[in-house]
């Protein structure tokens, strides 16, 4: 799940919540997400729930979010820099 601290960074300046501006979430900007979803998709556990369909949401990284593809969380957070998309995708 995403950090609300995190949400907060990627979201433009003006739609930042005041609140969390004191608490920036550099670990996440450290890493390569692409790389890390790249790295769970290639994973033992990935690969048994993606062979049921009925697991298969468990391989989301929520029941609201779309499948992971590679680039899905990278895009995700493009989409709360360029549009502040809140958590829900609204």
Known sequence: QMSKYWKNDLTPE????????????????????DEIEKGFMETKLYSKLDAYPNMRPFNKPSLRDGELNGTYCSSYNERIKTQALNFYGQ
Not at 14 to 33: E, G, N, S, T, W
């Open 14 to 33: 003006v739609y930042k919540k005041v609140a969390l501006k004191d608490h920036p979430h550099p670990f996440c900007a450290d890493h390569d997400i």
